[in-house]
T-cell receptor, first 112, second 113 residues
């Protein structure tokens, strides 16, 4: 158990509304990641963080922003949700000394 | 541009037999590879990894093989068990890339009695 929680676990929202997903870790790992999982695509990196206030874009960052004001929390925001952002979102952490990432339980987001 | 490809979306195998999952990559900068297992409604769980300085890594029933010249890796599960029924993702990274992984699309494994 890597001590990662995600909230909410499920959310249904309407097109055009803002949505924030939260990832919380209990072990103060430096590296945190947000992915989305879609059929036929595996997991695709949205944004990642390598420290407090240090973030960068992944391969599918359009329409998403992130913030990390504390080591333990990494927030993913959809400023104006679209139906194409319907997906399952996973947060991951990486202990700095190894390359393996450990994933949270996921958030299923539906944009109607 | 998918740099990591799992060309078999599904695999059915009998309990006790060997499961072989394949993964191809195109980026020659990748030097670290992992396999993850995912059950429905759960996050992926780390299974096994291999560095490009090795061509084989074993952990119990799981063995990963790396063929750098072919840009190909495979995961062998032997013997397969019903609890191995899951989606398996391969992932690749360059170790100087802040741990940014590229994932394959996944292979659904079904182990039948």
């Amino acid at each position: 158990d890597a001590g990662i929680t995600q909230s909410p676990r499920h959310k249904v929202t309407e097109t055009g509304t803002p949505v924030t997903l939260r990832c919380h870790q209990t072990e103060n790992h430096r590296y945190m990641y947000w992915y989305r999982q879609d059929p036929g695509h595996g997991l695709r990196l949205i944004h990642y963080s390598y420290g407090v206030k240090d973030t960068d874009k992944g391969e599918v960052s359009d329409g998403y922003s992130v913030s990390r004001s504390k080591t333990e929390d990494f927030l993913l925001t959809l400023e104006s949700a679209t139906s194409s952002q319907t997906s399952v979102y996973f947060c991951a952490i990486r202990p700095g000394e190894i390359y393996e990432q450990y994933f949270g339980p996921g958030t299923r987001l539906t944009v109607t | 541009d998918q740099q990591v490809k799992q060309n078999s979306p599904s695999l059915s195998v009998q309990e006790g037999r060997i499961s072989i999952l394949n993964c191809d990559y195109t980026n020659s900068m990748f030097d670290y590879f992992l396999w993850y297992k995912k059950y429905p409604a759960e996050g992926p769980t780390f299974l096994i990894s291999i560095s490009s300085i090795k061509d084989k890594n074993e952990d119990g029933r799981f063995t990963v093989f790396l063929n750098k010249s072919a840009k190909h890796l495979s995961l062998h599960i032997v013997p397969s068990q019903p609890g191995d029924s899951a989606v398996y993702f391969c992932a690749a990274t360059s170790t100087d890339s802040w741990g940014k992984f590229q994932f394959g699309a996944g292979t659904q494994v079904v182990v039948t009695p």
